[in-house]
């Protein structure tokens, strides 16, 4: 399967502090994205990373990419409650036209 | 206006019956998704459409099929539908700049 994995599955975490996830996957790959989901919500795009970029910054989110390692992270700064929803990391191979999404972080950001 | 729209929003059938859910995009996009989403939030892609040109997951059974009647519109046909099959489905496109996907609001599909 080529679909990714994220860890942790949970993440339950005090406003204002950092939050971090880190996605695995195991293709080559040709960009990696990150999307939130809300609860019972679609899938909204948060930032895309290139297979030739390292790191990436929007607002208070910050995409790594380890290619070597098939991984990356993202980090969420100051976290707000509003920030509670899950997100997922979805990988974009060369071949076709299918992106894969890891399995998923439930992040709760407690007021 | 809604980039990614789906219908119906909830859709609750029995066992063996035939259905349908609609997806439109006005985004202009060549690039259109079905995903699967179940209990646990695991998200499966079903299939792909790109100018005509259909990939599906090889996983998914051949009960489900995707029709496209215009770059538009994606529509999923799924017959004699199980137990199994309840989840939520999201329709998607793809392309822009950025090549992002835009998710549609989703259809949780029930079957008793």
């Known amino acids: 399967s080529q679909q990714g994995e994220e860890d942790p599955q949970a993440l339950s975490i005090q406003e204002g502090e950092n939050a971090t996830m880190n996605c695995s996957y195991k293709t080559s790959i040709n960009n990696l994205q990150w999307y939130r989901q809300n609860s019972g919500r679609g899938l909204v795009h948060l930032i895309l990373i290139r297979s030739n970029e390292r790191e990436k910054h929007s607002g208070r989110l910050r995409v790594t990419l380890d290619t070597s390692k098939k991984s990356s992270s993202l980090l969420i700064t100051a976290s707000r409650a509003a920030d509670t929803a899950s997100y997922f990391c979805a990988t974009d191979a060369f071949a076709g036209n299918q992106f894969y999404f890891g399995t998923g972080t439930s992040l709760t950001v407690i007021p | 206006d809604t980039a990614v729209s789906q219908t119906p929003k909830y859709l609750v059938t029995q066992m063996g019956n035939d259905k349908s859910i609609k997806c439109e995009q006005n985004?202009?996009?060549?690039?259109m998704y079905w995903y699967k989403q179940d209990s646990k939030k695991f998200l499966k892609i079903m299939f792909s459409y790109n100018n005509k040109e259909l990939i599906i997951n090889e996983t998914v059974p051949n009960r489900f099929s995707p029709k496209s009647p215009d770059k538009a519109h994606l529509n999923l046909h799924i017959n004699s539908l199980e137990l199994g099959d309840s989840a939520v489905y999201f329709c998607?496109?793809?392309?822009?700049?950025?090549?992002?996907?835009?998710f549609g609001p989703g259809t949780r599909l029930t079957v008793l």
């Open positions: 998607a496109s793809r392309g822009g700049e950025r090549n992002e996907q835009f």
């Open positions: 985004l202009g996009h060549d690039t």
